[in-house]
């Protein structure tokens, strides 16, 4: 089916290298969603984009997590300068815009950091 | 404030028996929707059961029901008849309404053994 796909599954870089996350939404979903879960913790906000609106950025942990979305589609989590501490599961999520708003999630990024 | 708490890390639950997975929340949004995710070893995020602030009857999916009490600001999950795939953790999420539109925000989770 037609659900969220990530890109890559699993991503090993080094310390002070650029990473980019690729998400893929389900088409016709307006909102996307990134979350980072680290090692047995639960989802923590990073970004959110609704439709043509500025994303709500209020979740990224640092100025060197940053994140577009092109055509209100496709959306990019870019890292730079990684560190070990953002070792982690990336996940996306889309929805439509309707009440319910179930999200949608993709099967994630596993980013290690070395 | 924490927006959504749940305390238990770890439940067990003997196969066929019933278990509820406990879930607070805090907002002082009068719309909003609670929801509970089931997370399978293999990472996936699955959606399990929603219910709206404004909904008058307890949601049901099947095995799944949302002990919604809105007073007390607790949604809490009860699985009838575990049974071994219910083996994951579980996690209970609030959206809100803000002006920049829908925000999540996502419990800790409670990590579920169902017992043969």
């Known amino acids: 089916g037609a659900g969220v796909s990530q890109s890559p599954s699993n991503k090993v870089t080094e310390k002070g290298k650029d990473v980019e996350l690729r998400c893929d939404p389900i088409s016709g979903h307006t909102a996307l969603y990134w979350y980072r879960q680290s090692l047995g913790q639960g989802l923590e906000f990073l970004i959110y984009f609704q439709g043509n609106s500025a994303p709500d950025k209020s979740g990224l942990p640092s100025d060197r997590f940053s994140a577009e979305r092109t055509g209100g589609s496709v959306s990019t989590l870019t890292i730079q300068r990684t560190q070990q501490e953002d070792s982690a599961v990336y996940l996306c999520?889309?929805?439509?815009?309707?009440?319910?708003?179930?999200?949608?999630f993709g099967p994630g990024t596993r980013l290690t950091v070395l | 404030a924490q927006k959504i708490t749940q305390t238990q890390p770890g439940m067990f639950v003997q196969e066929k028996e019933a278990v509820t997975l406990d879930c607070t929340y805090d907002t002082s949004d009068p719309s909003y929707g609670l929801f509970w995710y089931k997370q399978p070893s293999s990472g996936e995020m699955i959606f399990l059961i929603y219910q709206g602030s404004y909904d008058q009857q307890n949601a049901t999916e099947g095995r799944y029901s949302l002990n919604f009490q809105k007073a007390r600001k607790s949604a809490n999950l009860v699985i009838s008849a575990s049974q071994l795939g219910d083996s994951a953790m579980y996690f209970c999420a609030m959206r809100e309404t803000s002006n920049t539109g829908n925000q999540f925000y996502f419990g800790t989770g409670t990590s579920l053994t169902v017992i043969p």
């Open positions: 999520a889309s929805s439509f815009g309707g009440r319910v708003n179930e999200q949608f």
